[in-house]
T-cell receptor
Framework: GQNIDQPTEMTATEGAIVQINCTYQ??????LFWYQQHAGEAPTFLSY??LDGLEEKGRFSSFLSRSKGYSYLLLKELQMKDSASYLCAVRDSNYQLIWGAGTKLIIKP | DGGITQSPKYLFRKEGQNVTLSCEQNLNHDAMYWYRQDPGQGLRLIYY???????QKGDIAEGYSVSREKKESFPLTVTSAQKNPTAFYLC??????????????FGSGTQLSVL
């Protein structure tokens, strides 16, 4: 079966750095997405990786290793507004999106 | 402002009742999707449509129905056959059928609860 694994919850301190991991086993691979979702709100797009390596976008970076079935989202200079759930999703060989359960990130002052 | 609008924000269903969730987009996107979100689980695809007057079942279509009579609109009906409808429902759209880097744009969701 297809599977996406993320930690359920993480806690970090304002101003610090946090890394949220995502491992996947899917039928083929056509890209990996990260979305941010505040409680009760719409998920919003953060990043897309299809080739190995690091993609940097401001305070957020996303890394992909296709050979390891692994990605991470790196958040720097954490702010209280970064408290949210972070969803990892992989597009499989049929171009269907497979979603992880999300990682709830709690930021403490 | 372009976007995707879901209504209502909260909806209550009585046993045996059908309810319809609205989803409208003005992004001129071809593809639209309905997802169900339950605590501790990933998003699960209910139905999707890549073009007007055509739609396909997703992974959990039983107990749900949709229509796509207009490009802008993709309403979801939760029928009485859906025995566990309590969930957060998300509508999404994308420019095309979702190949490559096409990202999804989501509505703000509808929380459906059973009375």
């Amino acid at each position: 079966g297809q599977n996406i694994d993320q930690p359920t919850e993480m806690t970090a301190t304002e101003g610090a750095i946090v890394q949220i991991n995502c491992t996947y086993q899917t039928s083929g691979f056509n890209g990996l997405f990260w979305y941010q979702q505040h409680a009760g709100e719409a998920p919003t797009f953060l990043s897309y990786n299809v080739l190995d390596g690091l993609e940097e976008k401001g305070r957020f970076s996303s890394f992909l290793s296709r050979s390891k079935g692994y990605s991470y989202l790196l958040l720097k200079e954490l702010q209280m507004k970064d408290s949210a759930s972070y969803l990892c999703a992989v597009r499989d060989s049929n171009y269907q999106l497979i979603w992880g359960a999300g990682t709830k990130l709690i930021i403490k002052p | 402002d372009g976007g995707i609008t879901q209504s209502p924000k909260y909806l209550f269903r009585k046993e045996g009742q059908n309810v319809t969730l609205s989803c409208e987009q003005n992004l001129n996107h071809d593809a639209m999707y309905w997802y169900r979100q339950d605590p501790g689980q990933g998003l699960r695809l209910i139905y999707y449509s890549q073009i007007v007057n055509d739609f396909q079942k997703g992974d959990i279509a039983e107990g749900y129905s949709v229509s796509r009579e207009k490009k802008e609109s993709f309403p979801l009906t939760v029928t009485s056959a859906q025995k566990n409808p309590t969930a957060f429902y998300l509508c999404a759209s994308s420019m095309d059928g979702g190949t490559g880097s096409r990202k999804l744009f989501f509505g703000s969701g509808t929380q459906l609860s059973v009375l």
